[in-house]
């Protein structure tokens, strides 16, 4: 890969503080097996916002698919479905959803909402004629993070035969994606009366903001701080997670999002309380290095460690774990 690309990819915002901080919020976590519990053949299946999941782990959002490997997005989407998992499609792909869409498996499609409202009416409804199951807002952008890397290495925009296709309008031009500092609210309202799909939200990490997503009508909520690539310094995912959890109390699923790396991370996740989990930077580098091959097995992976975890922590199912089998240092 580029190593301009790579950085891309792996970079987060500021000193990344928080990029790092992520994956050591499940260094400082231990599980607590309980024994005895006859958990004989596990059973992975979960259902969240309505979409059946043969594991609790999803492809995250990711950006430019093509700049990690020449079959991008579509062979991300065909190892996810040959693993068995859902994807979903970043509205910044470089290949459109429906391309995306004809390469199987479930989906569900992560918008930022654009001050142009028709515009992103246009886009949900493309998102739905192919076939997506949920609609992932994200919420934690009203600007563009300051990402180090990119702007010593000049990255502004894509190379020359590459777009962001599913900012395609429908004369065929490709628009920019506009961060809005005037969203609030009544966005997501607007939302939910221009498509039936279920809608979560992805960026949440504040208590109180997980209160008024149950209030808004919210299918759902993502744990997330934009695996750090956005503002420097929040808080990590994982520290996040119990409050939320707290917050929305079962009314609606929490899912979460940031420095999920092996299948004992899902298991802490799960155990705290989150009903499935996002990865992204592990899928793309198993894109960049094997392609749709590479995608499979890395999610694949992650369900065999999650299935032997779940043994051993003494769990025939995710809803089994509890938080007291979550210790802290």
């Known amino acids: 890969m580029d190593p301009v690309h790579q950085d891309f990819f792996e970079g987060g915002a500021g000193r990344e503080r928080t990029l790092a901080a992520n994956e050591r919020a499940f260094e400082r976590r231990w599980i607590v097996p309980r024994v005895l519990r006859a958990t004989g053949e596990r059973d992975l299946e979960v259902t969240v916002a309505g979409t059946s999941l043969a594991a609790p782990v999803l492809v995250a959002p990711t950006a430019f698919h093509r700049l990690a490997h020449p079959d991008g997005e579509a062979a991300t989407a065909r ?8 994807m979903v499609v970043s509205m910044a792909a470089t290949q459109p959803v ?17 001050p142009d409202l028709d515009f992103t009416e246009y886009v949900v409804k493309r998102a739905e004629s192919a076939g997506c199951r949920a609609l992932v807002v994200t919420v934690d952008s009203p600007v563009f993070g300051r990402r180090e890397r990119d702007l010593r290495n000049g ?21 920019s994606i506009v961060m809005d500092a005037t969203a609030g609210w009544d966005r997501i309202a607007w939302l939910r009366g221009v498509t039936g799909l279920p809608i979560l939200l992805k960026g949440i990490l504040h208590p109180a903001d997980a209160r008024l997503a149950v209030e808004h009508g919210a299918a759902g909520v993502i744990v997330s701080n934009h695996g ?5 310094g929040v808080i990590p995912t994982l520290d996040a997670l119990p409050a939320v959890v707290a917050a929305v109390d079962g009314q609606i699923p929490v899912l979460l999002d940031g420095g999920v790396r092996c299948g004992t991370d899902v298991v802490i996740a799960l155990a705290l309380g989150a009903g499935a989990v996002l990865v992204g930077r592990p899928v793309v580098r198993a894109l960049a290095t094997g392609g749709a091959v590479g995608v499979r097995e890395a999610l694949e992976r992650f369900t065999t460690e999650l299935d032997q975890a779940l043994a051993l922590a003494g769990a025939r199912r995710p809803a089994d774990l509890t938080p007291d089998q979550v210790a802290t240092r």
């Open 79 to 86: 190892g996810a479905a040959a693993a068995g998992a859902a």
């Open 98 to 114: 429906e391309e995306i869409a004809a390469a199987g498996g479930t989906l569900w499609f992560q918008l930022y909402p654009q």
């Open 155 to 175: 990255f502004t925009d894509l190379p020359p035969g590459y777009a962001c296709e599913n900012m395609r309008d429908a004369t065929g031009r490709v628009r």
């Open 228 to 232: 750090g690539r956005q503002l420097d």
